[in-house]
């Protein structure tokens, strides 16, 4: 059997092994993404010094000049290669001489040529930093790639110190928790001669004397024996003991119950209100006693209301459901009521209890997700679900009033490659500006919905001819014109619009989507920024 010391030694041990390993390693890993970001930002410095320095020379198209840029500016310990690539894939110079005049055919490379003329970081990883940077001339055409990339390996020569370092560390740190642990472990052995002392002093009839725990050790032992020696006592106190223990849990679940809870005599006074009630009316327990729960009426139930709870009260002996009440302050509230009845033996009523909680925010809550299921989450805009429930109830409209209806498919050219170069971030704030802008551009009653992407739809209702929604796709082109102002970067977008009207280009929501989705395609294949209607 291992004693308590033997336990806790190893256990405190255990643990400060554990944690110092963890530290270790996430003191490893920090410096590793430390040293790899900073190899990062030299290829990129170094990529930027050539790309400045061999403008003029690839404008003489001076191959020697441009060796001579790179053999002179490049005694960087963990240099790799660098190099100047022309957009066509041809080394134009490069720091093994052997490579110049070449053309590169490896997939990174070919990416690189493929690429935006921006920062390129090509490949990234233990091993090596790649990264590219574009070269151009002062009408701001691209001539060449600067491209340099670092060797990595150094990096674990680094971490292989830190490493040392840690497990020096953590050993001290092992040994003083193992001292520590030992300290109190002598403490904790030395409190068991004390226990035992109380253990003879139960035994000699002082009852009031109690050990709770159950353990395979020698703390294990002791409450074995103590509570023995309390079996001549419980059957005695047993009754009286379970008796008083009732009582305080029936009080304590009464009053710190999270649901309020009244308790009515025969003639529906209060007699008892527990915390709760309080909380969620707004009336202290005390002040409601003598009183009936009528003073929490809101008046919005009628009298009918309250003849059909007091009958079902009396036949069935309890209801449940939703009441609006109405607390101190004025607030009207709705909550979840649940009410019985309590009879004597002779079947006579003797009490009623209520039983309530606050359900105003869960209905909310509930009011929120329904809001969440039928719109854009980015945009806040109808979705799809939403959208082709609306289309369905114009087209019902547009069948009784005998009139049209159009829907017009929007895309924006050329979103992705704002996406490219400034982020997601930057192409979801251009998202919610557009939806700001189509808002702006429709009646109060007419849709405008985000299927997703840089998918836009106008559902236009009512309208009297082809003319009405023309007019509106003029103005979705001309509210796109200005540019958007984003974090300091000003971008212009462009739409391509499709219109397919109701009832001549489809008879379902599903068919006069696709064929606005049709014109729309028509309109990119004819040079965007432009609206056209759907034609068989």
């Known amino acids: 059997m291992c004693s308590i010391r033997c336990k806790l030694i190893c256990g405190v041990a255990l643990v400060h092994a554990v944690l110092m390993t963890l530290f270790i390693w996430d003191l490893g890993e920090r410096q590793r993404e430390f ?35 790179i053999r002179s500016q490049f005694r960087h310990p963990h240099l790799r290669y660098a190099m100047l690539l022309s957009p066509q894939g041809r080394v134009l110079g490069h720091s ?112 009031d004397e109690r050990v709770q725990w159950r353990r395979d050790d020698e703390l294990g032992v002791l409450a074995d024996g103590f509570n023995a020696m309390l079996d001549s006592l419980r059957a005695q106190e047993l009754a009286r003991n379970i008796a008083q223990q009732q009582l305080k849990l029936a009080a304590k679940v009464f009053e710190n119950s999270g649901e309020g809870i009244f308790i009515t005599d025969a003639a529906e006074r209060i007699i008892l209100a527990n915390h709760a009630f309080g909380e969620i009316t707004g009336y202290p327990p005390a002040e409601v006693q003598g009183r009936t729960p009528r003073l929490l009426d809101s008046g919005r139930h009628s009298a009918a209301f309250f003849q059909a709870f007091a009958q079902q009260l009396q036949t069935q002996g309890c209801w449940r459901g939703e009441i609006w009440n109405r607390r101190k302050s004025g607030e009207i509230y709705l909550e979840w009521l649940s009410a019985s009845v309590i009879r004597d033996d002779a079947g006579n009523i003797v009490n009623y209890v209520g039983i309530f909680s606050d359900i105003s925010e869960r209905k909310a809550a509930g009011a929120s997700v329904e809001y969440q ?23 019902a409209h547009a069948q009784r009033s005998q009139s049209l209806l159009a829907v017009l498919f929007i895309d924006l050219d050329r979103f992705k490659a704002v996406n490219d170069s400034y982020g997601h971030q930057m192409g979801d704030e ?95 294949s004819a040079g965007r920024n432009d609206y056209k209607f759907y034609t068989a």
């Open 373 to 395: 299921a039928y719109h854009d989450a980015l945009t806040g805009l109808p979705n799809r679900l939403l959208l082709f429930d609306r289309i369905r109830q114009a087209m």
């Open 96 to 207: 093994d001489l052997n490579l110049t005049g070449r053309y590169v055919n490896d997939p990174v490379s070919l990416r690189l040529i493929q690429a935006a003329p921006a920062l390129q970081t090509l490949v990234f990883d233990r091993r090596l930093v790649d990264v590219a940077v574009p070269v151009f001339t002062g009408d701001n055409k691209l001539i060449a790639w600067a491209r340099v990339a670092l060797d990595q390996r150094h990096v674990d020569a680094g971490l292989l110190a830190v490493a040392q370092k840690g497990r020096v560390y953590a050993a001290v740190a092992i040994g003083v928790g193992v001292l520590f642990a030992w300290l109190m472990a002598l403490g904790i052995t030395r409190g068991l001669h004390g226990l035992t002392k109380v253990a003879a002093r139960v035994s000699e009839g002082h009852h």
């Open 430 to 524: 251009l998202l919610i500006g557009v939806a700001e802008r189509l808002r702006h551009c429709v009646r109060a009653e007419d849709t405008v919905s985000r299927l997703g992407g840089d998918e836009f739809v106008v559902l236009l209702a009512g309208i009297d001819d082809a003319a009405d929604a023309q007019q509106v796709a003029q103005k979705v082109l001309a509210s796109m014109q200005a540019p958007f102002l984003l974090q300091a970067h000003r971008i212009g977008i462009s739409p391509s619009v499709g219109i397919s009207l109701y009832p001549q280009d489809g008879a379902t929501p599903e068919a006069l989507l696709d064929h606005a989705d049709q014109a729309m395609y028509q309109v990119k």
């Open 35 to 69: 040293l790899m970001e900073q190899s990062l930002d030299q290829a990129g410095s170094l990529a930027g010094t050539l790309a400045a320095n061999s403008v003029s020379w690839l404008l003489a198209n001076d191959v020697s000049g441009l060796d001579e840029v």
